[in-house]
């Protein structure tokens, strides 16, 4: 199983962007589905999550101006950015709970780096 995300890059204060994250390989079911974020010299911290029903939950920085969503039939997340600032900047991580040949487990992308400039 592999989570490949996409969709980072240089932005200027009050811009948007998208990321976007597909899982691949022998998935069984996929569960939550979300994305973290890691700015540098700080802890990762949670962006956003969705369940397979659709339901969402959002860290305080971001709510109103992120949104996330799935596509279940493809298996893949996106997170919609808008009103971006410079506090945004971070290397986002998208995350999958999905069952696979190998079992329950939480799988990680490589991290897609956003920089918002002010």
């Known amino acids: 199983v592999q989570l490949q995300a996409s969709g980072g890059g240089l932005v200027q204060a009050g811009g948007s962007l998208r990321l976007s994250c597909a899982a691949s390989?022998?998935?069984?079911?996929?569960?939550?589905m979300g994305w973290y974020r890691q700015a540098p010299g700080k802890e990762r911290e949670l962006v956003a999550t969705?369940?397979?029903?659709?339901?969402?939950n959002y860290a305080d920085s971001v709510k109103g101006r992120f949104t996330i969503s799935r596509d279940n039939a493809k298996n893949t997340v996106a997170l919609q950015m808008n009103s971006l600032k410079p506090e945004d900047t971070a290397v986002y991580y998208c995350?999958?709970?999905?069952?696979?040949?190998?079992?329950?487990?939480?799988?990680w992308g490589q991290g897609t780096l956003v920089t918002v400039s002010s």
């Open positions: 995350t999958a709970d999905l069952t696979g040949i190998a079992g329950p487990y939480d799988y």
């Open positions: 390989g022998s998935i069984f079911s996929i569960n939550d």
């Open positions: 969705i369940s397979s029903g659709g339901s969402t």
